[in-house]
């Protein structure tokens, strides 16, 4: 059994409050750890302990070369450690650990921390110059401050990297939240971060619930929040900070189309569709979840999801064969079932799966749904589950206008062998990744983010260590 305080300061400090959460693994139902309940007083003592750090430039008036060692060695510890992270990433949240922990989400949040160890070298002013006679210029990019940092459960150790990485290259200090129920990885990496030599005060990271995180937004000492999370709770956030008038960075929900045109290969189509719309089970802001095709495909495309999605083998997250584990909770399963039971009511025809499996973990069957209406709930909604529906489109215009038909514009992909096509249709899907012939690889150099309500500011890329800083002109009179 785990069991966690609260880590400020660089010390593990027990709260002033007595709650503590109990976390559960999702594939057994059992509790594996205890965690404190961050207060207001907790995150007033964090977000201090920030502050003192900020200004007295223990970290921002490091040399880059300093910073980025430091976060290189946080890196290679996390290297070191992967097996560890991975397996308690696992425990927290169901994902297969040979496929997803181990092989998919370490690897990658390490190397996003090794590209914005790298970036921290990269601060370059925009110019230097006269542009009056009698006085020189600079353009300096500096710090925000303390960030208050909340992130959601789907890739719990993965997100908390993408907001430490850019805030960290960019001078900040930052007081992180993570989800209520995934807590260990992030709380795991507390003692790895002390023993990277990042000074003390610099992150501070502490559990909590919805209250915590809006005691954060806050806090008067706070002068940004980044979240990741749900529209809803993104909308929320950023009516609290307007009363201070914070900077928000808001990476907020998805409903990705896949738009197939007639030359494309249904095979790959299938292959790379299925597969992500059930990756740690469709609980992804950039998962597969409306699949457009043109009537003369439709027939093929529907058997051949059909054929794909029976083959996902969902079970144990430890067993190497698992593809999908579990939702993440109970109510995250009975939230899904929900939107299945609508659907129904709606018209739609649950093509496959739909259910859930019996035993103990929150399982369910990988899902296809057609016959669903546009304006419906299920084409309109992020479900995150593993929920793919098909519909068919007109023409090529049709087919834009329904991918761009959401509230939401975070990825989209595009599949025909025809690139002049594609390149040319890239351009009108309102979405922050555009996929052609694939669905969900990123890179690290890549930044990802929303249009519309899928909300703003980019994380990865060297876009995000911008959106943690602030031009300041400095004018120098002869
Ligand atoms: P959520 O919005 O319920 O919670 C996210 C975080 O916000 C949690 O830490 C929660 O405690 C905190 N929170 C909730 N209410 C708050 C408040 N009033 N003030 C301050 N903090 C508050 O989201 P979730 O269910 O944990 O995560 C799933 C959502 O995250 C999905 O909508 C998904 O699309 C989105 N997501 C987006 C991206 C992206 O890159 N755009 C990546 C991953 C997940």
New binding site residues.
């Given amino acids: 059994m785990y069991s966690y305080d609260l880590f400020i300061d660089g010390q593990w400090t027990k709260s002033k409050g007595s709650a503590r959460a109990k976390i559960e693994n999702p594939a057994t139902g059992e509790i594996i750890a205890e965690v404190a309940n961050a207060t207001k007083a907790d995150v007033d003592r964090a977000v201090k302990a920030a502050h003192t750090a900020f200004y007295d430039g223990r970290w921002s008036k490091l040399s880059p070369g300093a910073r980025s060692l430091a976060m290189w060695k946080l890196a290679d510890l996390m290297e070191r450690d992967k097996e560890k992270l991975a397996r308690l990433e696992s425990e927290n949240t169901g994902k297969p650990y040979q496929l997803i922990a181990l092989g998919g989400d370490l690897p990658f949040a390490i190397d996003n921390l090794r590209f914005f160890a790298s970036a921290a070298r990269n601060n370059l002013g925009m110019a230097a110059g006269e542009y009056m006679p009698g006085y020189t210029s600079m353009f300096r990019h500096e710090p925000v401050g303390v960030v208050g940092q909340?992130?959601?459960?789907?890739?719990p150790l993965m997100?908390a990297i993408w907001k430490l990485g850019p805030a960290l290259a960019a001078g900040c200090t930052v007081v992180l939240?993570?989800?209520?129920g995934t807590p260990l990885s992030s709380l795991m990496l507390a003692n790895l971060i002390k023993e990277a030599g990042i000074p003390d005060g610099v992150i501070n990271i502490i559990s909590g619930?919805?209250a915590t995180?809006?005691a954060l937004?806050d806090h008067p000492l706070v002068r940004m929040v980044s979240?990741?999370?749900?529209?809803a709770?993104g909308k929320?956030?950023m009516a609290s900070a307007a009363e201070s008038l914070k900077r928000v960075h808001l990476?907020?929900?998805?409903k990705a189309p896949v738009v197939v045109f007639e030359d494309a290969d249904v095979e790959l189509v299938a292959a790379k569709a299925s597969f992500a719309a059930i990756m740690n089970t469709g609980q992804d802001?950039t998962a597969a979840t409306r699949v457009y095709a043109p009537k003369a495909l439709y027939k093929d495309i529907e058997e051949a999801l059909v054929e794909a999605l029976k083959e996902v083998t969902v079970g144990d997250p430890f067993d190497e064969t698992t593809v999908m584990g579990p939702f993440i909770s109970e109510t995250q399963r009975t939230r899904v079932e929900g939107f299945i039971d609508r659907a129904k009511k709606e018209g739609a025809t649950i093509r496959l799966g739909g259910k859930a499996k019996a035993g103990k973990g929150y399982f369910f069957e990988p899902t296809l749904i057609t016959g669903a209406k546009q304006k419906s709930e299920i084409i309109q909604s992020?479900v995150?589950g593993p929920v793919l529906v098909l519909a068919e489109y007109k023409n090529e215009d049709d087919a834009i206008a329904l991918g761009n038909d959401v509230p939401y514009g975070?990825a989209a992909s595009l599949f025909t062998k025809d690139v002049g096509r594609a390149m040319a249709l890239s351009s009108q899907l309102e979405f922050g990744t555009v996929w052609i012939n694939d669905h969900l690889p990123l890179a690290s150099e890549g930044p990802?983010g929303?249009f519309k309500q899928?909300?703003f500011g980019k994380?990865m890329s060297i876009e995000a260590v911008s959106d943690y800083q602030i031009t300041k002109h400095v004018m120098v009179k002869h």
């Fill in positions: 909340i992130a959601p459960w789907n890739y997100m939240k993570p989800a209520p619930d919805n995180g809006q937004v979240l990741t999370g749900s529209t709770t929320k956030i990476e907020l929900g998805g802001c992020e995150f975070l990802h929303g899928s909300g994380d």
